[in-house]
C-alpha cells in the first residue's frame, strides 16, 4: 500500500506540474517569506487513496514479494473424499517440518478448534527452529477502518481551507470539522477498540488456561489420531497443555512484543492521507512560484515535523494507552467506554495541538521552525523508545 500511494501521488504531482491537472480550491498560506492565496489541486489526496486501494488488491497477486508457496489446510486436505483426506492428515506433519513459516490468523475461536491446536503443537515439535507468526485479523480491520476515518477527516480539513483569507475563521472551521469528525466517527473507534482489547485479552487468558482434553472434534476418529499424535510427541496429553500453557504462552509473548505495541506500518498506514494533505500545500507554493525558502520551511515544519515526527509519536501512544489503559492514583480508568472516549478525546487535542505548531512555527521564521522540530524530534524518540516495545 505504500508504494503504490507514493506512486499514485507521484502520477498526481505529475499531471498537475504539467497542466492537465486544473486546482479545485484556494487557500491562504502564511509561511516564512510568503503571504498569499495559493492553489489546492486535491488530485494528490484522491490520487493516493486510490493507489492506496489498489495496492491492497493487487498486492496478493505480485508474485516478486516472495514465496507464494503455502499449505492451506482447508485447501489443501481434501474435503469430501475420505480415503484422500485420511491421507491428507498423515502428511501434515511433512509439510508442517518443511515450511519455513506458520502463520496464524488468529480469531476468538481459534484455540476451540482441535485441528489448530494439532497444527500448533506438530509445527513447535517437528520444526522447533520454525518461525511462528500470530496475526490478529482484528489489528489489520482496526488499521483499515483507521485509514477511512482518516481520509474522510483530512477531506473535511482540506474543505476548511478552502477559499480562506481569515486565519481565525479558518482555524475555526478546522476546528468545527475537527469535532464533528470526532463525534461521527468516536462510535465506531470506540467499538473496535473495545473489540481489539476483548481479543487480546482472550488470546492470552485462552493460553494460560488452555487444556486440550476440553476441545472437541465432531470426528471422533480425528479426535483419537490426533490425541495419539500429541501423546507421542509430548508423552501425555496433560503434559501438552501445560506446554501451552507456559512455554507457548510466554513465547507468543514474545512473539507480539517483538513487532511492538503495533507494527510500525500499522502506525503510518493511517497517516498517509495526512501526508498526501500538506504535500498539496507544498504543491500550491511551488505553482506560484513562492521562495524556495518558503517550499523549504513548510517542508520542515509540516512534512518533517508534523507527519513524521509528531503525529506517529502521537499514534504509539494512543494505541499505548488504549492496550495499557489510563491509571489514575493506581486505578484503572472505568468503564472501559469512558477509557476510550479519554484517550480518543486526548489524541485528537495532541493532533490539533501538532497542527497548530507546526503552522505557527512555519510562518514565523527558522527559529521557530528549529524549535518545533526540536520538540517533534523529543517527542517522537520519547514515545517510540519508552512506550512502543512495553
Known sequence: MFISWALGGILALLLCLLGPMPAVTSFHADVTGFQGSIPLHCWLMMAGFIGAFLGLLVYPHISCHGSDTCFLDYVCIHQ??????????????????????????????????LWCVFELAAYRKLNPAGKIVIKPIATDIAVYMMFLWVQLASIGILASWADSDDRVSRSMRLLGVSSSTFIFLFPALAYTARKKHQEDMQLT??????????????????????????????????????HIRDVFRFEVIDLMQASGILPAQYIWLPLLPVASLTCETLLGLWTVGAPATSILACFMGYIVALNLLWFPAIAVLSTFAMKHGLWVRNRRCHPFILEVFAVSLLTGSLFMLGAVLAEVATANGVEWIGLWNFLALSVAGWAWGRCWRV
Open 80 to 113: 469430501s473424499d475420505k480415503r484422500m483426506m485420511q491421507q491428507g492428515i498423515r502428511s501434515i506433519g511433512a509439510f508442517l517440518a518443511a515450511s519455513r513459516e506458520l502463520r496464524v490468523l488468529w480469531s476468538p475461536p481459534y484455540l476451540t478448534r
Open 205 to 242: 487468558s485462552d493460553l494460560a488456561s488452555f487444556d486440550v482434553k476440553c476441545i472437541q472434534c465432531s470426528n471422533h476418529f480425528d479426535r483419537e489420531c490426533i490425541h495419539a499424535a500429541i501423546i507421542e510427541w509430548y508423552g501425555s496429553l496433560d503434559e501438552f497443555s501445560a
